[in-house]
């Protein structure tokens, strides 16, 4: 899957839409149940950063009102309830909080956990090295079409057969119909903040994150 093809998203001569080519382009649809377990794992770490990024750019920009629209469709938001075992009919959450519950829905062994956990302490020690300035910006690339073309690739994956799967399943899907709208969508409430290479580094965490997790996106 090519960002470029994506409708939501126009090409640049940034370099960062290349990265995300490449994320889309891992081997989604030879994952096991494992490895998309593991890929739920490194994706709840980046929704930690996600809601980290998104507070930054609330607090750089505080009268911005799609800003706030976008922030209310994020945090403490009940618009991925109800789910088993997650959450409640009308239970309000940040979006990372409904993560940080699905993966208790089907638990790991502990050195697989460690393991997990050491890469996604990592990746969040990098990316909250990042400036100010760079993380509200990244609030666009990934919510105008960044992240939507990546969550097409997960959803390729063939096997969705435990409840973790399944609950990280619905999120995607959800955030997908979140985002694609282009004129109402989650994309369209940041548009006015164009990222720029600033966000690279945070678009190549990432992917290091998933590959680090589950080798087998690299085959």
């Avoid at 409640?88 to 208790?104: P, Q, S, V």
Wanted: aromatic share 10%; hydrophobic share 45%.
């Amino acid at each position: 899957m090519s960002l470029a093809t994506n409708a939501a998203v126009k090409p640049t001569a940034f370099a960062y839409p290349a990265v995300i080519d490449e994320i889309c382009g891992l081997k989604w649809t030879k994952l096991s149940s494992a490895d998309l377990t593991n890929v739920a794992w490194a994706y709840y770490y980046f929704s930690v950063q996600f809601r980290e990024k998104l507070e930054i750019a609330r607090r750089l920009y505080p009268n911005d009102e799609n800003l706030l629209e976008l922030d209310q469709g994020e945090r403490n938001t009940a618009n991925l309830s109800p789910w088993p075992g997650v959450a409640a009919a009308g239970e309000a959450m940040n979006h990372d909080e409904f993560m940080r519950r699905t993966l208790l829905l089907s638990p790991v062994e502990d050195s697989r956990r460690t393991a997990l956990d050491a890469h996604g302490k990592a990746y969040l020690t990098a990316t909250r090295a990042i400036d100010d300035q760079a993380s509200a910006l990244s609030i666009a690339s990934y919510e105008d079409g960044g992240l939507e073309a990546v969550f097409g690739a997960i959803l390729t994956a063939p096997t969705w057969d435990t409840p973790l799967l399944a609950a990280f399943k619905h999120f995607l899907a959800e955030h997908i119909r979140f985002d694609s709208d282009p004129d109402a969508g989650h994309g369209a409430l940041c548009r006015h903040l164009p990222p720029d290479d600033r966000v690279l580094p945070l678009w190549t965490a990432f992917r290091t994150l998933l590959v680090s997790s589950a080798p087998a996106l690299k085959g």
